[in-house]
């Protein structure tokens, strides 16, 4: 079946422009999750959804990223008067979500931003 | 910081065994080790997860220790196309760490 896809794969932007990712999770996975990743580092945990609701925000940088699933399923990361320091590629990941936090995570393939 | 600590690199030549390390020694009772693995430029993939029971599937096997605060990634024919970055992750914790990158050499 389809796996997690996101869009658009590559984004570039100028400093100060908003910015929205979009995440297709694999469908009926309640759980989502968003990464970023910058060169040579791990994923950096920012948010994680069970259903509807951000169950956990706490890697969410700055007031400047924001990320909404409102119906449980698509979800978008969006960052305000973007900085040069968000060049980074975007991951997004979902889960059955029955087994709590982190049950086995499927990755889509990212979104690479950068910020001129 | 990550739950998880992990060498930062390994080499493998091609067909032996690789087994990659990882200590989660403030690991609780009830918490499963996962391990991913990342291809360049791909999202990272699941490759297997374990509670205190060795565990083996298609792809590796996973060795915990029986005060569960290390395991042990075991690929065991390693091939070229396993050259990746491979994480170890404690389950609740979100923090991957910078990982193992494990090049397997001809």
């Known amino acids: 079946g389809a796996g997690v896809s996101q869009t658009p794969s590559n984004k570039v932007t100028e400093k100060g422009k908003y910015v929205e990712l979009r995440c297709d999770p694999i469908s009926g996975h309640t759980a989502l999750y968003w990464y970023r990743q910058s060169l040579g580092q791990g994923p950096e945990f920012l948010i994680y959804f069970q259903g509807t609701g951000a169950a956990d925000d706490s890697g969410l940088p700055n007031d400047r990223f924001f990320a909404v699933r409102p119906e449980g399923s698509v979800s978008t990361l969006k960052i305000q008067r973007t900085e040069r320091g968000d060049s980074a590629v975007y991951l997004c990941a979902s889960s059955q979500g029955l087994a709590g936090y982190t049950d086995t995570q499927y990755f889509g393939p990212g979104t690479r931003l950068t910020v001129l | 910081d990550a739950k998880t600590t992990q060498p930062p690199s390994m080499d493998c030549a091609e067909g032996r065994a690789a087994n990659l390390p990882c200590n989660h020694s403030?690991?609780?009772?009830?918490?499963?080790v996962y391990w991913y693995r990342q291809i360049h430029s791909q999202g990272p993939q699941y490759i297997i997860h374990?509670?205190?029971n060795n565990e083996t599937n298609e792809m590796a096997s996973l060795i915990i220790t029986e005060d569960r605060k290390s395991s042990t990634l075991i690929l065991p024919h390693a091939t070229l196309r396993d050259t990746a970055v491979y994480y170890c992750?404690?389950?609740?914790?979100?923090?991957f760490g910078a990982g193992t990158r494990l090049t397997v050499k001809p």
């Open positions: 374990g509670l205190k």
């Open positions: 403030t690991i609780s009772g009830n918490e499963y």
């Open positions: 992750i404690v389950e609740g914790d979100m923090r």
